[in-house]
T-cell receptor
Framework: NAGVTQTPKFRVLKTGQSMTLLCAQD?????MYWYRQDPGMGLRLIHY???????AKGEVPDGYNVSRLKKQNFLLGLESAAPSQTSVYFC????????????FGSGTRLTVV | RKEVEQDPGPFNVPEGATVAFNCTYS??????FFWYRQDCRKEPKLLMS???SGNEDGRFTAQLNRASQYISLLIRDSKLSDSATYLC????????FGSGTKLNVKP
């Protein structure tokens, strides 16, 4: 049972480059989320999805786009990376909005130079 | 004002000590409450849910005080392996994470 899998685990980008982070879950969860975590800031919600084909903005959506074409996958895209996007990115999924089965992936460490 | 606030610590305690953390939340309509544990450079993992009636799991006890709008986590007989950051989570239609309280348990 893999749970929530994030790829890649580490990445270094140059300013202006683009990339996509993949989150895959095998628990048939409806809800999926992307967070970033920075020292002293805690977890901040970037975007989330309440079901296949839906996406919504979170607390810090600027500079990111997302897609949920399949229920099990939630992609986070950076079109033009900036040093301010250096962070640890966590994906999570849950069965409901009340947090049933809320599970995090192991994170992606992104450095933009 | 932040939805959820925690003392960042660090709390430095010796093995065997009892330590307690509080977390305050701003919206009285908040629906559910949890404590998560996050080890260094790892993802957060669910520690326990928090109920008005209290919730105990071994050495860990979580309490909710709706009147004063805070939740607490009590750890008894601290172990070295309890060293981590503890995040409180409050749900009001979506998840609100505290920024975490760091605990260091010393030998």
């Amino acid at each position: 049972n893999a749970g929530v899998t994030q790829t890649p685990k580490f990445r270094v980008l140059k300013t202006g480059q683009s990339m996509t982070l993949l989150c895959a879950q095998d628990m048939n969860h409806e809800y999926m989320y992307w967070y970033r975590q920075d020292p002293g800031m805690g977890l901040r919600l970037i975007h989330y999805s309440v079901g296949e084909g839906t996406t919504a903005k979170g607390e810090v959506p600027d500079g990111y786009n997302v897609s949920r074409l399949k229920k099990q996958n939630f992609l986070l895209g950076l079109e033009s990376a900036a040093p301010s996007q250096t962070s640890v990115y966590f994906c999570a999924s849950s069965y409901s909005s009340l947090g049933d089965g809320y599970t995090f992936g192991s994170g992606t460490r992104l450095t933009v130079v | 004002r932040k939805e959820v606030e925690q003392d960042p610590g660090p709390f430095n305690v010796p093995e065997g000590a009892t330590v307690a953390f509080n977390c305050t939340y701003s919206n009285s309509a908040s629906q559910s409450f949890f404590w998560y544990r996050q080890d260094c450079r790892k993802e957060p993992k669910l520690l326990m849910s928090v109920y008005s009636s209290g919730n105990e799991d071994g050495r860990f006890t979580a309490q909710l005080n709706r009147a004063s709008q805070y939740i607490s986590l009590l750890i008894r007989d601290s172990k070295l392996s309890d060293s981590a950051t503890y995040l409180c989570v409050v749900i009001l239609n979506k998840f609100y994470f505290g920024s975490g309280t760091k605990l260091n348990v010393k030998p």
